[in-house]
């Protein structure tokens, strides 16, 4: 009976340990996707605001060609 105590409570232990292991893994592998996700956005704001800092350079040009400066 001892022994039968002894592995059930082993074996609660252990899946303890195992379920804490699991759950860390899941948060890593999300913190993983937002860091992924945070990267993607960047890279997209820095490609709006060049296009938009071309359309103004282009916009600027186009005036100046058309006050004959």
Known sequence: MKLFITIALAMTLSACGLES???AAAAAKMQAQQAKQGQQTIENVKANLDASMQAAR???RKAEDRDGR
């Open 21 to 23: 292991a699991g759950g």
């Open 58 to 60: 282009e916009s600027q």
